[in-house]
Each structure stands twice: as C-alpha cells, then as structure tokens.
T-cell receptor
Framework: DTEVTQTPKHLVMGMTNKKSLKCEQH?????MYWYKQKAKKPPELMFV???????INESVPSRFSPECPNSSLLNLHLHALQPEDSALYLC????????????FGQGTRLTVV | GESVGLHLPTLSVQEGDNSIINCAYS??????FIWYKQESGKGPQFIID?????DKRQGQRVTVLLNKTVKHLSLQIAATQPGDSAVYFC?????????????FGSGTRLQVQP
C-alpha cells in the first residue's frame, strides 16, 4: 500500500466555520507534511511532523492548526479562514524524517466563501 | 524554465520526440532532489530522484541530470507520449536531521501534441 488518503476531496466552508482535513497513510512513514497549493503555483510547505511531533511550522497563521494523533494520521483544523485561503491542500508522508521520497495524497480542494 | 506571474512556462513537443525540462534550484546546501509529475486535479506523483553525490540517474524513459556548479537540474523524457502531458516540478531537500522537507520549484507544463 503506497497510498496517502485525504478526506474530504472537496470542502466549501464559510469564514466563521470550523472544519478539519484528514490524512492517513499505512506505509509506516514517520514524517508527514501539509502543503498548500494555489492555482498554477508549486506546493508550499506549511507543516512537518517527525515522529508525531511538530518539527517545522513555516510561519503559518494560527487559523490553521495541525494535529498528529498517531503515526498514521494527520489532521489540519481550520477556523475563521479567509477567502484567500482557498487552495488545494496536500498531505504527504516519507519513510524517514529526512524529506526523502515523499508520497502525496490527491489533496483537498478547499473553497472559503 | 521558471514561472513568471500566473503563467507556467510551457514546453510543447510532438509525440515521440524527446523532452527536456529544466529547473534552477535555490540552495547550494540541498543534497537530494526529486522530479514530480502533477496531472490536473491530482497530487504530485514521484518520477525520479537523485542525490547530490551523483550527476546522472536513469529510470524507465526518464533521466535526471544534476549540475551542482550552476545549481541546475534537468529531466529528460524519451519518446514522449500524450500521457506525459502534465505539470512537472523539481523539488530540493535540505536541513538538519528531523527538520528536513522538500521545497518545490516553479513548475513547467509539458504539452504533448499527437
């Protein structure tokens, strides 16, 4: 199983809503990542978890709150988002906390209205 | 190629031709590089990787070349097929143990004409 599964695939939320994005992998990877991708742009790193501990936060606004409940799951909690936060949110995992060959999920297409 | 504003640089090739996609990376401390392919509506898909102690690596129909002197990476695709049409990103990796992650380049759109 070389799959990273993200749910939901699409999400529309209002600026006062609270929602969560979920990511799951069963490859035994101990590094997991959240990236944000705007149209026609490359993925931009948001957060890195290494052995379930947050190791990198790329100065992401606090309205995005990551959580890693165990080695297979990664969540991104969303609250009070802005329309400019609309983007494709990608989860990835890699075999070691070295950013080596990272496997990506299909992403959650988020629209903030 | 590098993107400017909202426009991805585009490489248009005929089916069966060879394609070369270029990437300039930013950090001389980067020691691991990956090429990803991203089709519309999908996440990036691993194509091939190379470590900084190598200057060339070959896969099936793909070759990656690394020139550390000028911080340049290229992806060569042999006998390009319509299914190769996608956006291609190079990604570089650096950092201390436990604090490493991939940083992506701007991307190039490959269009294969039948």
């Amino acid at each position: 199983d070389t799959e990273v599964t993200q749910t939901p695939k699409h999400l529309v939320m209002g600026m006062t809503n609270k929602k969560s994005l979920k990511c799951e992998q069963h490859m035994g990877h101990r590094a997991m990542y959240w990236y944000k991708q705007k149209a026609k742009k490359p993925p931009e790193l948001m957060f890195v978890y290494s052995y379930e501990k947050l190791s990198i936060n790329e100065s992401v606004p606090s309205r995005f709150s990551p959580e890693c409940p165990n080695s297979s799951l990664l969540n991104l909690h969303l609250h009070a988002l802005q329309p400019e936060d609309s983007a494709l949110y990608l989860c990835a995992s890699s075999q070691e906390p070295q950013g080596a060959e990272a496997f990506f999920g299909q992403g959650t297409r988020l629209t903030v209205v | 190629g590098e993107s400017v504003g909202l426009h991805l640089p585009t490489l248009s090739v005929q089916e069966g031709d060879n394609s070369i996609i270029n990437c300039a990376y930013s950090n001389s401390a980067s020691d691991y590089f990956i090429w990803y392919k991203q089709e519309s509506g999908k996440g990036p898909q691993f194509i091939i990787d190379i470590r900084s102690n190598m200057d060339k690596r070959q896969g099936q129909r793909v070759t990656v070349l690394l020139n550390k002197t000028v911080k340049h990476l290229s992806l060569q695709i042999a006998a390009t097929q319509p299914g190769d049409s996608a956006v291609y990103f190079c990604a570089e990796n650096w950092g201390d143990t436990g604090r490493r992650a991939l940083t992506f380049g701007s991307g190039t759109r490959l269009q294969v004409q039948p």
